[in-house]
């Protein structure tokens, strides 16, 4: 185990809904990135979070955002939720910019 | 942007060798990935190149060319529980957000 953990393990949604899903990372380490992966996918950057300030942001609409907070826990912020939006949502935590460990992710269903 | 391609599916036999293959194109390089995903988990971290060369640890070993673009992961004594998704990734020199290819899915057979 990694010691990163996320909230909910699963969630299911309707399309036009908000969700938020949350991530607290591995002791030591101030660098959040959260990734989405679509099945038989590999994971996609959505963002990395570095000392609260976001620090990269990947091919995503606005509706998706983030916080991360002075414990350096996360949080993902969907609005207005689309059908190709159900994925398995991953946050990964590191210090600084070495390797990144996964937590074992949020899987969200839109319906 | 990156361009990250690896195989699809690999299939071997127990105690057999298995060699995953991973090509890249970067705009920034700043290091290679490999991570292990068992179906309806997470990927865990395995090995990390960032200079050409050869990286052991224990019955996994990496290889980077960087001049090439060319990357693979090299499993040794296979066994069951080997069977997996095996993630190719690419971190960007810019902002480090890691691009990773499709996978690999190894089954390991009997």
């Known amino acids: 185990e990694t010691g990163v953990t996320q909230s909910p393990t699963h969630l299911i949604k309707t399309r036009g809904q908000q969700v938020t899903l949350r991530c607290s990372s591995q002791s030591g380490h101030n660098t959040v990135s959260w990734y989405q992966q679509a099945l038989g996918q590999g994971p996609q950057f959505i963002f990395q979070y570095y000392r609260e300030e976001e620090n990269g942001r990947g091919n995503f609409p606005p509706r998706f955002s983030g916080l991360q907070f002075p414990n350096y826990s996360s949080e993902l912020n969907v609005n207005a939720l689309e059908l190709d939006d159900s994925a398995l949502y991953l946050c990964?935590?590191?210090?600084?910019?070495?390797?990144?460990?996964f937590g074992p992710g949020t899987r969200l269903t839109v319906t | 942007g990156q361009n990250i391609d690896q195989p699809t599916e690999m299939t071997a036999t127990e105690g057999a060798i298995v060699q995953i293959n991973c090509t890249y194109q970067?705009?920034?390089?700043?290091?290679l990935f490999w991570y292990q995903q068992h179906a309806g988990e997470a990927p865990t971290f395995l090995s990390y190149?960032?200079?050409?060369g050869l990286e052991e640890k224990g019955r996994f070993s990496s290889f980077l060319s960087r001049s090439k673009g060319y990357s693979y992961l090299l499993l040794k004594e296979l066994q069951m529980k080997d069977s997996a998704s095996y993630l190719c990734?690419?971190?960007?020199?810019?902002?480090?957000?890691?691009?990773f290819g499709a996978g690999t899915t190894v089954t390991v057979r009997a």
């Open positions: 990964a935590s590191s210090f600084e910019t070495y390797e990144q460990y």
């Open positions: 990734a690419v971190r960007d020199l810019n902002d480090y957000k890691l691009s």
């Open positions: 970067t705009s920034g390089f700043n290091g």
């Open positions: 190149n960032v200079l050409d």
